[in-house]
């Protein structure tokens, strides 16, 4: 049986207070309160969350693998920055 | 092979009417696993199979041993309500029966989980998954009954074949302390309103009375329980203690 209908939506689950939410997958469902439900029968079973978004796959607008060059290319040669010309005075730990 | 229903005290009667209602219709949910109209919608009641099943376990190992109530009873002892026991049909009948059944057991158990007596804990930890479950065929009666032409008629459909079992639901249970004329005016008002929000008509037919169904609380039950009762337990009877 198809569905083809039923448009595609991005699951977001946050783990715990304080982190962001994460890409947990994706999945379908015909609107956004029951792509939730969906969500947290499929991506929190286990105890893995404390808030959900979900967001309608065709709302988001991703970089194409086409043009990763010239998006991420160039800050592969620029040290400069990145923090590693500090000197770490001593003593301090878990830096 | 019939081992007689846990015989005697009003706690062992109404473990095992509530105990037996989880038991079937969380065996009747999982029929759906394959076979469900879309996948994320297979885990849904799979999930809600499980939390049923969690329940009953609880709730036979105190009225007896657990599998020897699940896989060794006959049909006249168990004790669970007919609708419970009413096949899927389409996936309107068995959101229907889970809306009658959650919002019953959703009443109920926040009730028993005010109280002090045997299923308080267990009522107290069941009603947060009970209300999922509410919700969830809620959302589906929603949409359904407010839905294409085809949704809506299917949904009035099952809401008409079901609501003749509902009656039931509020015979008192010996060792239940509940008020049931208080819950069954409330079963009576959320369900309405859920119907009624779905555009559905709410059924002016019989719920109690001769002709209606009504006695599974006595061991009386509807046709179709003997053939799921027979593939339930078919693997324990075959091959008794085997595990895996």
């Known amino acids: ?95 | 092979m019939t081992t007689p229903p846990a015989e005697g005290t009003a706690l062992t009667t109404a473990a095992l009417a509530l105990g037996d209602d989880a038991l079937v219709l969380s065996h009747r949910l999982g029929e759906w696993a394959g076979h469900a109209p879309v996948l994320e919608e297979e885990v849904a009641l799979a999930n809600i199979a499980l939390d049923l099943l969690g329940q009953a376990r609880v709730l036979l190992s105190m009225a007896g041993d657990e599998d020897e109530l699940a896989y060794l009873r006959e049909e006249r002892a168990f004790r669970n309500l007919q609708l419970v026991e009413q096949p899927n049909g389409d996936f309107a009948h068995t959101i229907a029966r889970q809306l009658y059944f959650s919002t019953y057991q959703h009443l109920l158990h926040t009730e028993l989980a005010a109280g002090d007596g045997p299923f308080a804990p267990l009522a107290a930890k069941a009603v947060k998954e009970i209300a999922y479950h509410r919700d969830h065929a809620e959302q589906w009666t929603l949409r359904l009954g407010d839905g294409t032409d085809e949704s809506h008629a299917r949904m009035q459909r099952a809401v008409d074949a079901l609501w003749r079992y509902t009656g039931e639901m509020f015979q008192p249970v010996e060792g239940l302390d509940a008020d049931w004329t208080g819950l069954e005016a409330a079963w009576l008002e959320q369900t309405g309103e859920v119907l009624r929000r779905a555009t559905l008509t709410v059924p002016e037919s019989p719920r109690t009375g001769a002709w209606t169904a009504g006695a599974g609380r006595q061991g009386l039950h509807t046709e179709p329980f003997g053939r799921m009762l027979a593939e339930m337990q078919h693997l324990h009877r075959s091959h008794p203690g085997a595990t895996w």
Not at chain 1, 7 to 27: I, K, M
Not at chain 1, 75 to 95: C, M, N, W
């Open chain 1, 1 to 95: 049986m198809t569905h083809t209908d039923w448009p595609l939506w991005e699951v977001f689950v946050r783990s715990r207070r304080g982190l962001s939410h994460t890409h947990a997958g994706s999945l379908h469902a015909p609107d956004a309160e029951l792509a939730l439900r969906n969500a947290r029968d499929l991506y929190t079973r286990r105890g893995e969350g404390v808030s959900i978004w979900v967001v309608p796959s065709s709302a988001i607008t991703a970089s194409s693998p086409d043009e990763k060059d010239p998006f991420f290319e160039p800050s592969a040669d620029k040290p400069y920055r990145h923090p590693t010309f500090y000197e770490i005075p001593e003593g301090v730990q878990h830096l």
